[in-house]
């Protein structure tokens, strides 16, 4: 390429194939994360409980990607969820787009992006989205023995999205080093 299409010494167009690039990349992580959780027998219930496998993904990416990215992760792993949720359409967008934009401000101005700091946020995402569901859906609504569905559904949801987040987190990671790699 010549001297004069380059800014600052750069290419801008490697730079933008290099952003597609990447949020390809991220998209392709957020889809297989939807249609693992919305296989009815393709991941096994343990106690009742099946893991929410679209919070850890978009919360690891907003990690990655700061506050605006996470915020746009985040509407686009909600909106995939609510694509076949039974719930109000765009009621875990809104609530994605709330967490994940924490989340990437968190990471980009107080702590570090690490597992155990992953963890953190992927518990606190899981409480709010289960809390805020059960409350919107079985208290509010009526829709019948809610504390059973606190204690037998919403809760071992959280326990087994927990166990399987470090596996998410990990993916996550090797994507964005993988991507860092090619810049």
């Known amino acids: 390429m010549e001297e004069s299409n380059k800014i600052d010494g750069r290419d801008p167009l490697r730079r933008l194939s290099g952003r597609y690039l990447k949020w390809t990349a991220y998209g392709i992580l957020i889809v297989l994360a939807c249609l693992l959780q919305g296989a ?10 099946r893991p929410i496998l679209i919070i850890p993904v978009v919360v690891s990416i907003a990690m990655f990607v700061g506050p605006i990215g996470g915020a746009a992760a985040g509407i686009a792993g909600g909106l995939l969820w609510d694509l076949y949720a039974d719930r109000l359409f765009g009621f875990n967008a809104i609530l994605l787009l709330a967490i994940c934009c924490a989340c990437g401000l968190l990471v980009r101005l107080l702590i570090r992006n690490n597992l155990l700091s992953a963890l953190l946020m992927v518990t606190a995402a899981l409480l709010i989205q289960g809390l805020f569901d059960w409350f919107f859906n079985y208290v509010l ?18 326990v087994y999205t927990l166990v399987l987040s470090p596996l998410l987190y990990g993916g996550v990671r090797f994507t964005a080093r993988l991507l860092r790699r090619r810049d």
């Open 141 to 158: 609504l009526g829709g019948g023995e809610p504390l059973y569905h606190l204690l037998h559904l919403t809760l071992p949801n959280i």
């Open 40 to 49: 009815p027998r393709l991941i096994p219930e343990v106690l009742g409980g």
